[in-house]
């Protein structure tokens, strides 16, 4: 594929993923009675908390929704047409319909993660964590606002790991020398396969032998 | 009015507000029965919690607090204060008695957000977030150290809300050309009136209608 | 002593206060059943989180652990191992075992803080607050990701306030004159020792007289 076809390809699972994102963020609003600000706090927070928060670590400026504003546009009508349109019988559908986006959005930000951390000249395992960091805590961020340990921190599941072990396979790519663009398409689809992986054989995460 | 009373209006808002907020985070911390250390944390986050999170998001250093320690000291003075004095039976009275200077500390923060996010070259809508965040992340701040969903995310009451229409209120007014020092005069006046009539008229923003 | 044998001692003391803080978030993980991310994610906020915050109030970098990857690896086995070997039955042996490091690792991170918040020039009282928030804002962090209120807030045991005391202490041993090394000794010599009496004589914060 030429330049213009995947960063095409990109835009496409970059918007997907960050309203995925905003929608669990609004999900989690509705179960907690949120009223129309904290819907949209937890919106926003679940779309681009993670990557604020890395950039924070990182100490990089300007965030991505300061320099992309349509997307803070496109989080503030998702609430309105949310708090309109969402049922609670929606809510198990809507559940479903976003694992695709959000598996696939886990492995893009964990990769651009990656990216940003070795650019600015961080070690491998540095970079792998702020990948980590972008794909799964605006997720902590979100039920940290609605007062709950956060679900990735607790349900067993292979979320946070395999946005790890993501980000490892990306820095390995790298270093093979593959092209970046290369390398952020094998570990979208290597982390999302994985993922989904996960969730059709509902891997589980050992717990404490207490 | 010529600037030397402005400032000093200025002043004397931007005290009682930093007190105001103060207050509201040790009634929290004493609801909450938190300990000395607590009081003085919650006191402290619900007072310079907002600004300080938008320097942080802003990348602008010093903080207000590091440049006014005096700040600091007044509310290390007010715990301890709150802590001899503070009696169960207060706890209403101190409630009504900071709604006013409260009102018109979210307009000042919020106005003033608006104004540092303007000033580092900053579109509408993200200033118009920094002063928000400003204005209401200090209490959202004091409700997630107290183990509580925050309650400008579930009151449904137009708080966070008077915030940001009066930041687009202060841009707007700004970019009709009205001098600075008057713009955030007008805008503090119509924020703390529409916070006024929102209590008084019993305001609730809608819910999910599921 | 000699410089050599001052900078092993740190060292030392470094560790083990670190690797004591991480146990102190595996404890809490596991009483709080969180996963293995849940149990990594605990342990490392608890490391390395004042720290952290204090470098992003000061906006310093590069983080201690961004610089000292062996520590964040060292965590990372240590929770494996926790995982493995943690039965319930050790939790409170484990938990009068890490007093010792705690205590003194209080004291180094409150001295350190001051330390570098003096050095880039900032007020004793700011300086004081970035010990505090070194030595006490991991546990708090901790709390938070474990949806409670942080137990340094609700104990009523002086251990925030033992370190506000010495970073006083440090503050003035070092506008005495002292050199920088014996003065960071003294105070956490000082720090353990307050902390040590503190838990020994069962001293209590006073409550609210509501």
């Given amino acids: 594929m030429d330049g213009w076809r995947l960063d095409g390809l990109r835009l496409v699972i970059e918007v997907a993923a960050t309203l995925a994102f905003a929608l669990s963020g609004l999900l989690e609003a509705a179960r907690r009675r949120l ?15 993670g990557g604020t928060l890395r950039d924070v670590l990182l100490d990089r400026r ?7 504003t349509e997307y803070v546009w496109a989080v503030l009508a998702l609430t309105v047409i949310a708090l309109t349109v969402l049922r609670a019988q929606h809510f198990a559908l809507t559940e479903r319909a976003i ?17 940003l951390a070795l650019a600015l000249g961080h070690e491998p395992l540095i970079a ?4 980590v960091i972008t794909g799964v ?3 902590v961020l979100r039920d940290i606002v609605c007062n709950e340990i956060p679900t990735v921190f607790r349900d067993h599941r292979p979320y946070a ?6 980000g490892w396979l990306h ?11 290369a390398a952020l398409l094998a570990t979208v689809a290597a ?13 589980e995460l050992p717990g404490w032998r207490t």
């Avoid at 792998?128 to 990948?131: A, C, E, H, Q």
């Avoid at 790991?161 to 993501?166: E, T």
């Avoid at 999302?192 to 992986?197: D, I, K, V």
């Fill in 62 to 68: 300007p965030f991505f929704w300061v320099q992309h």
């Fill in 128 to 131: 792998v964590l702020m990948g």
């Fill in 35 to 49: 009223d129309p600000v904290g819907a949209c706090v937890a919106a926003f927070l679940t779309a681009f908390g």
């Fill in 99 to 115: 694992q695709v986006p959000d598996a696939l959005g886990l492995g893009l930000f964990a990769a651009s993660g990656v990216d």
């Fill in 161 to 166: 790991l395999v946005a790890f072990a993501g």
């Fill in 171 to 181: 820095v390995g790519l790298l270093q093979l020398g593959v092209q970046g663009e």
């Fill in 191 to 203: 982390v999302a396969g994985a993922r989904g992986l996960a969730v059709a054989l509902q891997w």
């Fill in 137 to 139: 805590f605006g997720g």
